[in-house]
């Protein structure tokens, strides 16, 4: 079917599966770009969260139609639906980069239960830069299984409602094929769309979408107080906030984005845009896990303080409506201690500690340096503590340690901080903050692998568990091992 003919509503069409809601697209220009997607030959199914469709109110059963195959392929539009490519600009590798955008993504629309729904990889937009618009099934499938990933975990992120694969090949440094992500998050807006109108010395327009996020999501800022009144600069304070949630929970999981550009950070506060991110095997705080990151800038250690800079790069943006680059500076200034604070909750939950103890900050610090130097896999570290503090046996957290001694003399300042709270409580939150189960590299790359070969079981399979890692899941015991050797020899790349 076409574009064309599936955009006209004639009267022998189905009743829509979605209820609107005008949302971004109100804006209008010159925010984006009105298009429509680029047709993906012979679409076929992947992978589908139905959880996901309840999130966007429509019926389980519609994911299972034809319809919705040709829909989020790109083939189709859904009744009502008004996609759009949206214009932002960004900071990459700390380095202004312009004018960027959608490049490959299309915002179909937001729904009336406040989801916006974008396709990803669906054909080129004005702001493709010479690219091709597309996404490759090995990307997509490791943005489909993370988004879950991190959802199962409890860390903010976009979602993924479905994957749909298609033979049209697509040049990376290999020959690949393509697909079509469906993404849904309540926004999209990234910082780097205050830094492109900003840029443009286009004040009316930043203005207006400083409105725009405020209204629709930040609405407690109009009436603050703080920063001088200033209902932008407490937007910053607020974005600030929920950004070093955000990224204390990543590396309390061990998770690393890899390519944190101003472009990629989302004024929600959300993980977005999957590419080569990594879960940490063994523990090595300085990793690198983006093969084309040459200097580590998004090395897992260095992502609190990145997220402060690209903070600065919103301040920065948002001066011309705030117009004191001192309240601006102010509304950023705790981020340290937002992330610290949050961090320190995380850790201390990891930890089995309900409360904090004078003492816990030292004998985490004591940990992690010992994690660090025997490069302890930081998975299975943590859930055999866990397992120890229910079942008492605790040799087999010591025989992660090659040299006992170190961990025998942390354990035992451990033990006396896990007195305050009491083993089987302590147990209790551990098996809750511990998962069992983490997107490791190797586990995307087997489904990948798979997936390739047109069996799709390991990537639903994957996502069934990742949805729920605290659970035991019998069965799947081998994804709860230690990485096999080969998976040190994995390359992740920007190319998606
Ligand atoms: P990323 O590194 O994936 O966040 O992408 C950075 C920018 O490049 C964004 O503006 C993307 O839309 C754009 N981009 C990445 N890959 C493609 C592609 N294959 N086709 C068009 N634009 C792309
Ligand atoms: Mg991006």
Redesign the pocket.
């Known amino acids: 079917m076409d574009f064309d003919s599936a955009a006209s509503t004639d009267s022998t069409q189905a009743p829509a599966p979605i209820a609107w809601h005008r949302g971004f697209a109100a804006l209008g220009a010159p925010f984006y770009a009105a298009l429509a997607p680029a047709p993906l030959p012979q679409p076929y199914w992947v992978a589908r969260d139905f959880g996901v469709a309840g999130l966007l109110g429509l019926p389980g059963q519609w994911l299972h139609t034809p319809e919705a195959l040709q829909a989020l392929g790109g083939n189709t539009l859904i009744a009502g639906s008004e996609p759009l490519a949206s214009v932002?600009g960004?900071h990459?590798f700390g380095v202004w980069a312009g004018q960027?955008?959608?490049?490959?993504?299309l915002l179909l629309g937001e729904t009336a239960t406040g989801q916006e729904i974008q396709l990803k990889?669906s054909g080129?937009?004005p702001?493709?830069?010479g690219?091709?618009?597309?996404?490759v099934l090995r990307s997509s499938i490791r943005e489909y299984l993370a988004s879950g990933a991190l959802h199962g975990l409890g860390i903010p992120t976009t979602r993924a409602l479905a994957i749909v694969g298609s033979p049209l090949p697509?040049a990376r440094e290999t020959m690949e094929t393509a697909a079509v992500v469906t993404r849904v998050a309540p926004s999209f807006i990234r910082f780097g769309h205050f830094e492109f109108f900003a840029w443009r010395g286009q004040t009316d327009a930043l203005r207006q979408l400083a409105d725009y996020v405020i209204r629709r999501y930040y609405p407690a800022c109009r009436d603050d107080a703080r920063f001088g009144g200033s209902p932008y600069a407490a937007l910053l304070h607020a974005v600030s906030e929920r950004t070093a949630r955000l990224i204390a929970q990543w590396q309390a999981a061990g998770f690393m984005h890899g390519?944190m550009?101003t472009?990629?950070m989302s004024i929600l506060g959300l993980t977005i845009?999957y590419?080569p991110f990594q879960f940490m095997d063994g523990f090595e705080p300085g990793r690198i896990c983006n093969h084309s990151d040459r200097f580590g800038r998004y090395a897992y250690d260095q992502q609190p303080r990145v997220g402060h800079w690209n903070l600065a790069c919103l301040a920065q943006a948002l001066l011309p409506l705030i117009g004191s680059a001192e309240t601006a500076q102010a509304a950023i200034a705790s981020y340290p201690e937002a992330f610290n604070t949050a961090y320190l909750d995380a850790m201390r939950a990891r930890l089995g500690l309900v409360q904090p103890h004078e003492g816990d900050e030292a004998c985490l610090a004591a940990l992690l340096q010992l994690l660090a130097e025997q490069r302890v896999d930081y998975p299975i570290f943590w859930r055999r503590l866990a397992h120890a503090a229910a079942d008492g046996r605790f040799a087999p957290v010591r025989d992660l340690f090659l040299q006992g001694s170190g961990f025998d003399a942390w354990f035992l300042s451990f033990k006396e901080l896990l007195a305050h709270t009491g083993r089987a409580q302590s147990a209790d939150l551990m098996l809750k903050t511990n998962p069992r189960f983490v997107l490791r590299n190797h586990l995307a790359e087997e489904a990948i692998r798979a997936a390739k070969l047109g069996d799709f079981h390991g990537v639903q399979a994957l996502q069934h568990v990742l949805a729920r890692p605290f659970d035991e899941h019998p069965g799947h015991e081998a994804w709860a091992d230690f990485p096999p050797d080969w998976a040190s020899s994995l390359v992740l790349s920007?190319s998606?």
């Not at 960027?100 to 993504?105: E, Y």
């Not at 690219?131 to 996404?135: H, I, L, M, N, V």
């Open positions: 932002y960004g990459q960027l955008g959608d490049g490959r993504a990889g080129r937009t702001w493709s830069r690219a091709d618009g597309r996404a697509v390519v550009n472009d990629n845009d590419g920007c998606s």
